[in-house]
T-cell receptor
Framework: GAVVSQHPSRVICKSGTSVKIECRSLDFQATTMFWYRQFPKQSLMLMATSNEGSKATYEQGVEKDKFLINHASLTLSTLTVTSAHPEDSSFYIC????????????FGNGTRLTVT | KNEVEQSPQNLTAQEGEFITINCSYSVGISALHWLQQHPGGGIVSLFMLSSGKKKHGRLIATINIQEKHSSLHITASHPRDSAVYICAVQPMDSNYQLIWGAGTKLIIKP
């Protein structure tokens, strides 16, 4: 079964509103979670690395004030798209890894965001 | 040139055929991942490799670190194997910041 739960799977929102996406590790503690974005017919792009109890590390070109990441517990990271615009419409996926250094990544099923 | 190259980009085959998808990379890595993405977008991690070969059911993944090359094989392919298969490498000292291949879209016809 799924070890990483991502919610919601689909969301439609109006321009200017904010949307929160949750990523939960179901049966393990994830000190590190990753957020990716995928535009149509393109490969996944890492947006940020989320570390429990500390600030997220954002990739170049990703606006930290627009994409707020909170990793307040060892099983939950959230991505909030603030003041969403139509160009933020995309597929957002999270992944999580167990604490052990050689553990594999587990991916959520993704969230399809459509901003109208 | 991309740091991770997958081939082919698209592959259509008949049910039962043996499938091979290739991944070449140009950086030093600590691990290579093979992932499967279904049409709905959800991603499943198939393998994480740092050397040798792994097998899970009808899926086999191999890696040659010296040649910087990995292959994903599917034996006795089935229409439910239709998906995009993605290769991603973890550069050394990258803390899981992966470099992604563009993916191979596989269609298995009944």
């Amino acid at each position: 079964g799924a070890v990483v739960s991502q919610h919601p799977s689909r969301v439609i929102c109006k321009s200017g509103t904010s949307v929160k996406i949750e990523c939960r590790s179901l049966d393990f503690q994830a000190t590190t979670m990753f957020w990716y974005r995928q535009f149509p017919k393109q490969s996944l792009m890492l947006m940020a690395t989320s570390n429990e109890g500390s600030k997220a590390t954002y990739e170049q070109g990703v606006e930290k004030d627009k994409f707020l990441i909170n990793h307040a517990s060892l099983t939950l990271s959230t991505l909030t798209v603030t003041s969403a615009h139509p160009e933020d419409s995309s597929f957002y996926i999270c992944s999580a890894k167990r604490t052990a250094s050689n553990s594999p990544l587990h991916f959520g099923n993704g969230t399809r965001l459509t901003v109208t | 040139k991309n740091e991770v190259e997958q081939s082919p980009q698209n592959l259509t085959a008949q049910e039962g055929e043996f499938i091979t998808i290739n991944c070449s990379y140009s950086v030093g890595i600590s691990a290579l991942h093979w992932l499967q993405q279904h049409p709905g977008g959800g991603i499943v991690s198939l393998f994480m490799l740092s050397s040798g070969k792994k097998k899970h059911g009808r899926l086999i993944a191999t890696i040659n670190i010296q040649e910087k090359h990995s292959s994903l094989h599917i034996t006795a392919s089935h229409p439910r194997d239709s998906a995009v298969y993605i290769c991603a490498v973890q550069p050394m000292d990258s803390n899981y910041q992966l470099i992604w291949g563009a993916g191979t879209k596989l269609i298995i016809k009944p």
